[in-house]
């Protein structure tokens, strides 16, 4: 970045996006994106196999087996009758629930949340964006009305649009999906704004070519890598945002298990019981990490202009 | 001032490139000399290596670039082995440079003075009042206008030359025994450039210094060098006194680059007399943006504009930036709507017709743009780009491939190269390639908006030679955009001198290249770098 | 100037009033009768009828506005059913917390976050540049939440150093003032330095592949100059935007901070209010911190003319 070899004057200067499978290539070889993507997918297993990965039902409370700690085991009596030993790996928590249980079932909630986020704000963003940098006497009034959204902090927005509704699994994806949209709407239309002064835009238009058709063979492929980019981005920050809002006690109720949950649950044995807060923790921050280490190894190859930023 | 000692003595550099270039060196072998009061052209195409032996003696190299053989002899000190702190110190002192885009060049958010003014804070112990009396000194040399208001304005609030100017300053500002220039006139505009060129020569034989000047133009190379060094892929092909290389070239490659230098004596070209296929009458632009608090702006970028193409014929717009004349040929194009006028094609005016109605007449006026790596859509293959138009207007595909094979084959391309995509292709190859996009539509009317200005000089000639091939071909009107004399000389049946948004003279080529009637017109002539000079042509 | 300066207050009006209708439209939005829902779950039916006309809710939509921002404009944010005040006392009576942790925190992040974010761009490829891009993404992904019971759990627990939650007011003393204040502005600093470490890395960055850099080294000037004189004044506008910007993380994280701390804060007040359903309440604490926000940003806005001439007036 530093050294801009401007002097070499390159014969051929790489694309935006090389056509092809050199993207996947280089893709390839980004550490970010191999150790983010790796984890990423280690979670998606623990997500998709919860039930086989050595739990009991996360929601079941045990009056009798409250606040133990990491290690504890206990006889559990089956329905024929012989009994096994069950060992709460991560403890308990204060309503006799095994919290190993409910932070594997958690990373459920967590990656729905993220990727449902990610997507519809994006499809959203992407349609605001593409009017907005189109249709001039819209422009107006969706940017307007994207600049008030902004204005209000994203969290604040959030904890808004959930006191207005039940909370749940919907309401949580609604809230945390609002405050994405503008920024979107932003870059989507700035890629616009930009790229249809591009020369090879105006050729296409010099060819006759209509409105629509231009938008799709044109415009919208310049679009895709930075949406990715945002879209992993959106999708970590929303996992941040509903473990916020289930810490405050205004998100997914109590008993499903969400990393969140877990955590406020926790809140006020910490002193005594750390390991409430420390396990689901954890696991939330790797998570998180690996979807912001994915989304700058996507930037840095996908978009070399931004590289390294 | 023939004393003839060298100042620079540049002994067999080579420069690395870093693994997995298309060469192994940047620069291999290369060898030269300046003498004090010697100017020394280095003139070469893009990626001949002069910018990279320019920036070696600076050592201001990219990191990825290292000089690994040679010497450079700087007054006789190898600036190759000198210290960091070294040749900070030669830096300003002994050797100077100037670089290509004064725009730049210069940093946004302090004033010039202070610019000019650190060059001798860093190597000087000169008090606050002594380094402003001789900061104003070296700017009123170089001619700069109320060097008092100058020193306390910032960069932005100065033209392209008057930065130049300052950077030529703080460059001489402590008598360097060597400057090195790379393309400072590029940028600028023709006159402008005239009065760079100038100032730059007399400066360097009043103080005796030597001056290293890069550039890709043998106009400029005409007009200002002793001594010329041609460079081609990294090595030195010819070197010798500027009088011999430019009209008695040895080496077969400069004389192709001489050759292909279109000469400003225009081309004498038969009167066209195909029927009308453009005309414009009363063309004019004005942006204007309205503000609060403050007067509103306004800016005419084109007004009052009257032309007239036939086909087969070839109208030159000639101006400076800012003159207006890319504003009208967008106008025409349809890619804005002109504020008022007519533009007449196949009888209509489609000045202010919508999108919609605008379409039928659309395929009439095709335009080939400057930038030949952002005029090609780079996700799509080259063949998509071709059948694009055609296939709007309801060619099937197959017969929109088969014409686009057969363009392809018109414009000198392998046909089979419709499946590739744009950056398998050089410049020249893409406005090849842009030039066939729009002959697929079969128009009435090409415009060409500085299409061959990004080009190296070898490459624009075969262009130019294919713009006139086609336009014999199809009976083509062609409306030539270009800052350019020399291309306008040899192109152009007619050519139209914009200045400021105004046609200020209009007639027939060989007409006004003889007898300018305007101003204007011949001040643009006079600045013409090499003019008085006879290429090899 | 001062055509400029009424130029950028005139363009924040719009903005402050699509937020007052957002804000506005919030209640009207919620299923139910909005009499009911301020007046809260044990509220008589007297009282829903006296909010109902107090408001005008059997008035035109647009009346209501009208009669609304009246009402806000002359400081009249309406009252709490649920904490039995007017809003107005009660987020007064909240202020002093909430600001000496937010400016507590601005203070350390900008004073941690834009040498870091130099010393990167400087060592740029090195391993102090990964350390301090790896401590950035780093903050980005761990919950404010887990970072403030991490910092309570090492530096009030374990050390026993400091006390683990609370505020004291500043008249209460300085030092419990303080001693109260490191922990909650050091865990909210930690991702708003994460954010300004990270711009202000590559907005110098980006100005250091500039061509007046390569002018001021042809010039002999020395790295460090280079560094301090040329590349960061240019840099400090995305810089100076993205600690405007920030701040809207950081109201996020006050809301957060405030409760793991319980610090009787705006953030607090607001959690308070949303699980008691306080409508009023949520909807003035919302608009003020958007005031808030947007004022702010309209400063950095006019900032920009301090480090730039080429921003006209």
Not at chain 2, 26 to 52: D, M, P, Q, R
Not at chain 2, 372 to 397: C, D, F, H, K, Q
Not at chain 2, 398 to 419: C, F, H, N, Y
Not at chain 3, 225 to 236: E, P, Q, V, Y
């Amino acid at each position: 970045m530093s050294a801009k070899p401007a002097i070499l004057a390159p014969a051929t200067p790489s694309p935006t996006l090389a056509p092809g499978f050199a993207v996947w290539r280089r893709l390839f070889r980004q550490p970010s994106v191999l150790i983010g993507g790796g984890v990423l997918l280690v979670m998606l297993f623990i997500a998709m196999l919860a039930p086989a990965l050595g739990t009991i039902d996360p929601s079941a409370i045990n009056p009798a087996f409250r606040n133990r700690v990491p290690g504890v085991e206990r006889t559990i009596r089956q329905d024929d009758g012989s009994s096994a030993t069950f060992r709460h790996r991560m403890g308990t928590d204060s309503l006799g629930r095994d919290v190993y249980s409910r932070v594997i079932y958690g990373a459920r909630v967590s990656l729905i949340i993220g990727v449902s986020v990610a997507a519809i704000s994006l499809a959203i963003g992407l349609v605001l964006g593409l009017v907005a940098g189109y249709v001039r006497w819209l422009d107006g009034a969706i940017m307007r009305l994207m600049d008030g959204l902004m204005a209000i902090p994203a969290i604040l927005l959030a904890i808004a649009v959930v006191s207005l509704f039940r909370a749940g699994l919907g309401a949580v994806i609604v809230a945390i999906t609002v405050p994405e949209i503008p920024r979107v709407v932003r870059l989507v239309r700035s890629i616009v704004l930009s790229v249809r002064e591009e020369p090879y835009v105006e050729a296409a238009i010099m060819a006759g070519t209509p409105t629509p058709k231009l938008m799709v063979r044109h415009i919208l492929p310049n679009t895709v890598a930075p949406l990715i980019v945002q879209g992993t981005f959106i999708c970590a920050s929303a996992m941040l945002v509903e473990a916020i809002l289930s810490f405050l006690g205004i998100g997914i109720p109590p008993e499903t298990p969400t990393w969140g949950n877990i955590m406020a649950e926790g809140r006020n044995l910490f002193r005594i019981y750390p390991h409430n807060i420390l396990y689901p923790g954890i696991f939330l921050a790797l998570t998180v990490l690996a979807v912001n280490m994915l989304g700058d190894g996507l930037r840095d190859t996908l978009d070399p202009k931004m590289a390294g930023r | 001032m023939e004393s003839a000692k060298p100042v620079l003595e540049v002994k067999n550099l080579t420069v690395a490139l870093p693994v997995g270039g298309d060469r192994r060196h940047a620069v291999e072998g290369v060898s030269l000399t300046v003498n004090t009061g010697e100017i020394v052209c280095i003139v070469g195409e893009s990626g001949s290596g002069k910018s990279v032996t320019a920036f070696s003696v600076m050592g201001l190299l990219p990191k990825v670039l290292k000089p690994s053989a040679g010497q450079i002899l700087l007054e006789g000190e190898n600036v190759l082995e000198a210290s960091p702190q070294r040749l900070r110190d030669l830096r300003g002192t002994r050797m100077a440079m100037i670089f290509q885009e004064p725009m730049t060049a210069l940093n946004p958010v302090l004033t010039i003075g202070d610019q000019i003014d650190e060059v001798l804070r860093i190597h000087t112990d000169l008090g606050a009042a002594e380094r402003r009396t001789r900061v104003l000194g070296i700017m009123e040399a170089m001619r700069l206008p109320d060097p008092e208001r100058i020193y306390a304005s910032y960069p932005h609030q100065l033209s392209g030359g008057q930065r130049q100017r300052i950077m030529i300053a703080a460059a001489l500002v402590l008598d360097p025994a060597l400057l090195i220039a790379d393309e400072p006139t590029t940028a600028l505009d023709v006159t402008t450039q005239a009065q760079i060129l100038k100032l730059i020569k007399e400066l360097q034989s009043r103080r005796g210094t030597g001056v290293l000047f890069i550039t890709h133009d043998f106009g400029v190379v005409a007009e200002i060098a002793d001594r010329v060094v041609v460079m081609e892929g990294g090595h030195v092909v010819e070197e010798g006194p500027a009088e011999e290389v430019l009209t008695r070239p040895k080496h077969a490659y400069t004389r192709m680059l001489i050759g292909a230098v279109p000469s400003l004596k225009p081309k004498g070209r038969p009167e066209p007399t195909g029927p009308v296929a453009l005309e414009g009458i009363g063309l004019g632009k004005t942006y204007g943006e309205r503000r609060f608090f403050s007067r509103p702006r306004i800016v005419k970028a084109a007004a009052a504009v009257n032309l007239k193409v036939r086909r087969g014929e070839t109208l030159g717009i000639v101006g400076e930036s800012g003159s207006g004349k890319t504003t009208v040929a967008r106008c025409i194009a349809r890619l804005i709507e002109p504020t008022e006028g007519a533009i007449l094609v196949s009888n209509a005016d489609i000045a202010k017709l919508r999108e919609r109605q605008l379409r039928p007449y659309r395929r009439r006026i095709q335009v080939v743009f400057q930038d030949p790596y952002r005029s090609l859509n780079p996700r799509r293959t080259v063949g998509a780009s071709i059948v694009e138009g055609p296939m709007n207007y309801g060619l099937p595909a197959a017969d929109a491939t088969a014409r686009a094979r057969e363009i392809m084959k018109l414009v000198g391309l392998q046909p089979d190269a419709l499946s590739r995509y744009p950056h398998q292709f050089s410049g020249g190859q893409r406005q090849r390639i842009a030039i066939a996009r729009a002959l697929a539509m079969e128009p009435d009317v090409l415009i060409a908006d500085e299409a061959v200005s990004a080009l190296d000089v070898s490459v624009q000639k075969q262009v130019l030679d294919l713009l006139d091939d086609v336009q014999k071909r199809f009976q083509l009107a062609i409306l030539f955009i270009t800052h350019d004399l020399r291309v306008a000389a040899q192109i152009c049946d007619r050519i139209m001198v914009m200045e400021k948004g105004v046609v200020v003279e209009e007639g027939r080529t060989s007409e006004v290249f003889a007898s300018p009637s305007h101003p204007y017109t011949r001040a643009l002539l006079d600045a013409a770098p090499g003019r008085d000079f006879a290429f090899a042509a | 100037m001062l055509g400029y300066i009424l130029r950028r207050l005139l363009a924040t009006i719009p903005v402050l009033l699509i937020v007052a209708v957002l804000v506005f439209l919030m209640l009207r939005l919620t299923p139910g009768d909005p009499a009911a829902v301020i007046a809260g779950d044990n509220a008589t039916s007297e009282q829903i009828a006296m909010i109902r006309s107090r408001l005008g809710l059997d008035q035109p939509i647009l009346t209501q506005f009208l009669i609304w921002s009246g009402n806000l404009l002359s400081g009249n944010f309406g009252e709490s059913f649920f904490f039995k005040k007017t809003v107005a006392e009660l987020i007064v009576g909240r202020l002093e917390p909430t600001v000496s942790l937010a400016l507590t925190t601005i203070v350390i992040a900008v004073l941690v976050a834009v040498p870091l974010g130099v010393l990167a761009a400087y060592k740029h490829g090195t391993w102090i540049d990964r350390v301090v891009m790896g401590f950035s993404v780093l903050g980005f992904s761990v919950p404010v939440f887990v970072i403030g019971y991490a910092l309570i759990y090492v530096f009030a627990i374990t050390l026993n150093w400091l006390p683990i939650q609370g505020y004291q007011s500043i008249s209460g003393g300085f030092r419990g003032f303080l001693q109260r204040l490191i922990l909650p502005s050091l865990t909210l600093s930690v991702i708003y330095i994460a954010l300004i470490a990270r711009m202000t890395r590559a907005s110098v960055l980006e100005v250091l592949g500039e061509d007046y850099i390569r002018t001021a080294r042809a010039k002999g000037q020395v790295e460090r100059k280079i560094l301090f004189r040329h590349a960061l004044k240019n840099a400090a506008v995305p810089i100076v935007t993205v600690i405007g910007i920030g701040v809207a993380l950081l109201i996020g994280g006050v809301v957060v901070t405030e409760s793991v701390f319980s610090i009787p804060g705006l953030g607090r007040l607001t959690v308070d209010a949303v699980l008691a359903r306080d409508y009023p309440t949520i909807q003035a604490v919302i608009l003020l911190f958007s005031v808030v926000y947007i004022a702010i940003n309209l400063c950095v806005d006019l900032a920009y003319t301090l480090f730039d001439p080429r921003i006209r007036y």
